[in-house]
Every structure is written in C-alpha cells, then in structure tokens.
C-alpha cells in the first residue's frame, strides 16, 4: 500500500522496469483472490485467547478503527490481525492501488513484461493459516506494537519520498514488530526460500520489489543473494 504522492513512480524505476528481463514480486496481488481457499474450521473465539488486559487493548483499538470488536470475534486471529494493520494503513491515508508492487506490476502487464511470483497465494495463505493458535501470535504482536508500527509506516513513507538521498542509499533502520519465532517464520525463513529462488534464475537483469522488512536487518534478502556462498546475479 502507498499514499497518492508515492505515484507516479521515478522515471528510473519505470525505465528499470522496461529494460530488465522479468519483474520479481511476492505475488501478483493484481489478480483475483478466491475466498474459497480459507480453511473452514472452527474458530477459537477472542473472548477464549485473549485476557483481559490485551482484550481491553484490542478493544479500544477497535474503537480506534471504527471497528466492533464483537464483530470480529468470530474470524481467526490472523485474520483480524490483518484487517486491524489493514485499517490502521487506511487510517494513515494509504491505498493499495498506490503501493509500488501494485503499481510496477499494472505497468508491466501494460507492457507485456513478464513477471515472476516468489510464493503463490495459496502459499500466502497457508503462512497465516499454519501458525499456532490461529495466528493468535500476529494478533497480539499487532496489538502490542500499534504505535510503533504506525510510526514505522509513517517512516517508510517519508524515506520514499526523500528527493535527497542517492538511489544506493540504505533503508532506514526498521524495527522488527514481531515476535522472535514470528519473525522467523514470516521474515527470514522466506528470505531464505526467496534467495534460493532468485538464485537459480537464469542469468540476467532482474527487478526485485519486495516488501522493506525483507531488505533490512540481519538475514535479509539482499545480504541473502550476495553472501559469499551465492553465485553473481548478472
């Protein structure tokens, strides 16, 4: 997601995108996402996970979102984790049509550039729908780090829209958000797998757009590709 000054994009972005051989994005969130891939189990109600200080949290960011929070007792925790981080984004002034992923990828579909996905939407989904306690742990994370987060988005923003800083200068410093078993699991082990990936590709130009946590940090993905033990993308 992006805000509407983070478009159009750099005219060296756009140039980038032409000239490379495939874009390389998580997945293509331009296509349609079928509802039908949720898992149909029962849910855990919040009012049985949460106690009562982090239900008194929850609550009152709901409140804080416009949102009722009785309503959304009966979705997964993982589900209501993204719907609140997705709300708080909106909050801020963010639309998905304006992030740089949506964006690169409409423009590559004008032009017929081909596009490689790093997961598929089912991988996506298994991801969230796998972690204990149906993602009871990215609820709690969320709740616990909303300001931060918010802050964090609000940073990220402004580094994108700094004219001043060179095209190789570094991303500001993110905190991570997340657990530590959390943020193995959603950060670095997808590093891992997406390395891999990106390295067995054939020889050539490719643009990587992918989101900033995985960029920053120990065992982040550009450190991935060039460690030693990784052969030259060219």
Not at 171 to 185: D, T
Request: contains cysteine.
């Amino acid at each position: 997601m992006g805000v509407p000054a983070m478009s159009p994009l750099p005219s060296q972005l756009k140039q980038a995108l032409v000239n490379c051989d495939a874009l390389v994005v998580e997945a293509d969130i331009t296509l349609p996402f079928s509802s039908q891939s949720l898992p149909q189990e029962p849910v855990i109600p919040l009012t049985e996970q949460l106690n009562e200080e982090q239900w008194q949290t929850f609550d009152k960011i709901c409140q804080e979102c416009r949102l009722n929070s009785h309503d959304l007792v009966k979705f997964p925790a993982w589900q209501v984790g993204l719907t609140l981080q997705q709300k708080q984004a909106y909050l801020l002034g963010l639309r998905p049509e304006f992030g740089i992923d949506h964006q690169l990828l409409t423009l590559a579909h004008q032009c017929n550039q081909s596009v490689i996905t790093l997961e598929t939407p089912e991988q996506q989904l298994a991801l969230l729908t796998e972690l204990p306690n149906q993602g009871l742990p990215l609820l709690i994370d969320s709740l616990a780090h909303w300001r931060k987060n918010a802050r964090q988005i609000q940073q990220m923003i402004d580094w994108w829209l700094t004219k001043s800083h060179s095209s190789d200068s570094p991303l500001p410093s993110l905190s991570r958000g997340f657990s530590h078993p959390l943020h193995q699991r959603l950060i670095v082990q997808r590093n891992q797998q997406w390395a891999a990936h990106l390295l067995q590709l054939p020889a050539g130009r490719y643009l990587v757009a992918v989101g900033a946590l995985h960029l920053t940090g120990p065992h982040n993905l550009i450190e991935l590709i060039h460690s030693p033990s990784a052969r030259t993308l060219l």
